[in-house]
């Protein structure tokens, strides 16, 4: 490896290393973490380490729509302001059919996801999970 590469691949791990930092509690000397609008902080990134215990379509929610859909996504953000209750996991009318259309076409800002990237089968279990709500969200 000549030298201009080594010197690269130093940048490039300095850059990595520097990109995991971790939110400290908040103090006097120490930046407080992010935050909504109005100043309320952002709501944790939910995780199946917050869901041991979730199986089937809640556990593929969590892994394929959270992220989007839990409180601290943009989904949910945009969600919030045309529907009461943008949580999907908390609302009481999600046909399973209309969620399948919805991922596989894309709806508003939500686009298409393909059979590549969610399969069939996984789709429809989540959509069955989100259709026999409301749910509590694992809490």
């Known amino acids: 490896m000549n030298v201009r590469y080594a010197s690269m691949a130093l940048a490039a791990a300095?850059?990595?290393?520097?990109?995991?930092?971790?939110?400290p509690q908040a103090g006097a000397d120490t930046p407080a973490p992010p935050t909504q609008r109005g100043g309320a902080p952002m709501p944790k990134p939910i995780t199946l380490a917050d869901?041991?215990?979730?199986?089937?379509?809640e556990a593929l929610y969590v892994e394929y729509c959270a992220m989007c859909h839990?409180?601290?996504g943009m989904g949910h953000g945009l969600l919030a302001r045309r529907v009461d209750t943008p949580d999907l996991e908390k609302r009481d009318n999600l046909p399973a059919e209309y969620v399948v259309l919805a991922a596989r076409q894309g709806i508003g800002n939500m686009p298409a996801i393909p059979r590549g990237e969610v399969s069939d089968a996984d789709l429809q279990a989540i959509a069955d999970y989100l259709a026999a709500g409301p749910h509590g969200g694992g809490q």
């Open 70 to 72: 839990a409180p601290n």
């Open 51 to 57: 869901r041991p215990n979730a199986i089937g379509g």
């Open 14 to 23: 300095a850059l990595l290393a520097g990109a995991t930092q971790v939110w």
